[in-house]
């Protein structure tokens, strides 16, 4: 069986598709998580943040927002850049940064949960 | 095929509401991925570092320049987050006629504004 399979373009961007709308959904939870606590609370202070930031459950729901927010924002990025930098090895350059930015984004996520303070 | 004509007049454009909705999307997403997820980084690395640096973020926030770049990536992510949630309801063929399309686009602006100013009165 032959398939066409494409390098480029938009015919590969479904599994990018749900990936936006899911990861966008886990933000969202999060967000609303956060800002309940928050309130809940009655506002935040030191000792509120650091207990929270203590919680393990807090950590990897933190975690999974920024994996959310790092992956959304990949795609977002890529969009934008597909649609407006035509020439392909700046396009390419411009990607490069970004992933690797994001991927720098990500250490440090690590860094601040799981770190040595 | 047909040669279509070419019209970018960018001044000249008129766009319709859920057109302004779209770009202030992708802006507001961009901006957040440029100074938003820095930001947010470092403000929860020094803010958990101690008492002395979370005094020192809480104080830092009210430099009128924080203020500003705070308050613009504040409405980018309520924009963002409303306009987010637009989108999924119109995937899943919520609100897709023209009036309602409309009418949700007014909702995100108006209502993403305003939480921007609440969240922003009772920050600072």
Known sequence: MVTRRYAVGAHYGLMDWLVQR???VVMALYTVLLLAIVLWNGGLDYALWTDLFAHDGFRLASFLFMVSLLYHAWIGARDILMDYIKPAAVRLLLETVIVVLLVAYLGWTLQILWGTP | MKKRPVYLDLPRIRLPLPGIVSILHRVSGAWLLVAGIPILLYAVSRSLASPET?????AGISHPLAKIVLLSLLWSY??????GIRYLLL?????IELAAARRSSAIVLVVSLALTLILGARIW
Request: charge should be positive; aromatic fraction near 10%; glycine fraction near 10%.
């Open chain 1, 22 to 24: 899911l990861s966008a």
């Open chain 2, 54 to 58: 979370y005094a020192g973020m809480k």
């Open chain 2, 78 to 83: 309520l924009h963002h987050f409303c306009a």
């Open chain 2, 91 to 95: 995937d899943i063929h919520r609100g």
